[in-house]
C-alpha cells in the first residue's frame, strides 16, 4: 500500500472532542465496512507522527470520511480536530483490516457494541447497509459518558426511526439528561440480555472499544454461550463509555 494525499473537502463537528473528516482522495479504490486508514503528519522539521483511525463512511460512498476524537495529550489527533482546515491535505494509506469487517447481503442477524468512538467502524456498517438497501436485523448498543458525547446522535436516531429493521440503544455511564429513559450503566450482563439476539439467532457479533469495554462484552456474551467464532473486536486505548 501506498501513502496518498487526501483533499479535506468538508470537515463536520459531532461532539465537543470530534469531528469528522471528509476527504476527496484521488485513486482511492474504495474499502469495506469496517476497516481504517493510517494517517500520518510531518512537521517542518521532518518528524513524523502516524496513527490508525477507523473509516466511517459507507463504502458506497463517494467521498471517504474519517471521524477522529481529539485527545488532549496526543501527537496526531489535536491537529486533526482543531487545526486541519478545508482545503488542506491530508496524507494517508490504506484500507487496512479484513477481519473486522461486514458485507451486506443474505446473513445472519448482526450485534453491533461500541464504546465512545468505537462506534466508528460499526457507522461505517449501519451507513453500508442503509446505502445497500439490505434489510439484514441489525442492533446497535452504544455506550457514551454522556449525551453530548454521543457521536452521529441525530443521524442514529434518524436511521433507528425508518423502521426497516435497525435498532439503536444507548447506554449513558456518567451522566444522564432529565426525562433519560435509556440505560444508565456501564455494561454488564442484565444489559447485554435485554438488548442482544438470542443464541439460537446465531448473530455477528462487532465489538469496537477501549480494550476493558471489550474485553468485559466478549467475555459476558461467551459466558452466556454465544459462539466466539460468532464474534469479532477491535480495540483502542483508554476513552469512550
Known amino acids: 500500500m501506498k501513502w496518498r494525499l ?8 459531532e461532539t465537543p472532542k470530534v469531528s469528522s473528516l471528509i476527504l476527496e482522495v484521488p485513486g482511492w479504490l474504495g474499502h469495506r465496512a469496517g476497516q481504517h486508514v493510517d494517517v500520518r503528519l510531518t512537521a517542518e522539521d521532518g518528524y513524523q507522527a502516524q496513527r490508525s483511525y477507523s473509516i466511517a463512511s459507507a463504502p458506497e460512498d463517494r467521498r471517504l470520511g474519517l471521524t477522529v476524537e481529539r485527545l488532549d495529550d496526543g501527537e496526531v489527533s489535536p491537529y486533526l480536530v482543531g487545526e486541519l482546515q478545508v482545503g488542506d491535505k491530508l496524507e494517508l494509506r490504506g484500507p487496512i483490516g ?19 468512538s468505537g462506534v466508528v467502524p460499526l457507522m461505517s456498517m449501519i451507513r453500508h447497509r442503509q446505502a445497500t438497501r439490505s434489510r439484514t436485523p441489525m442492533r446497535l448498543l452504544y455506550s457514551s459518558r454522556a449525551i453530548e458525547d454521543v457521536i452521529y446522535r441525530e443521524e442514529l436516531a434518524r436511521l433507528a426511526a425508518g423502521g426497516d429493521g435497525l435498532e ?30 438470542p443464541r439460537s439467532e446465531s448473530p455477528a457479533v462487532f465489538i469496537c472499544g477501549p480494550t476493558s469495554f471489550v474485553e468485559v462484552a466478549n467475555q459476558l456474551l ?3 454461550g454465544y459462539d466466539p467464532r460468532w464474534i469479532k473486536t477491535e480495540r483502542f486505548g483508554a476513552t469512550g463509555g
Open 98 to 116: 479484513g477481519f473486522f469487517v461486514w458485507e451486506a447481503g443474505a446473513g445472519p442477524p448482526v450485534l453491533l457494541i461500541g464504546g465512545g
Open 168 to 197: 439503536v440503544q444507548h447506554t449513558l455511564t456518567r451522566s444522564q439528561p432529565a426525562g433519560w429513559t435509556g440505560f444508565s450503566r456501564r455494561i454488564d450482563r442484565q444489559l447485554l440480555t435485554a438488548v442482544t439476539w
Open 6 to 13: 487526501g483533499d479535506v473537502a468538508e470537515l463536520v463537528p
Open 222 to 224: 461467551v459466558e452466556d
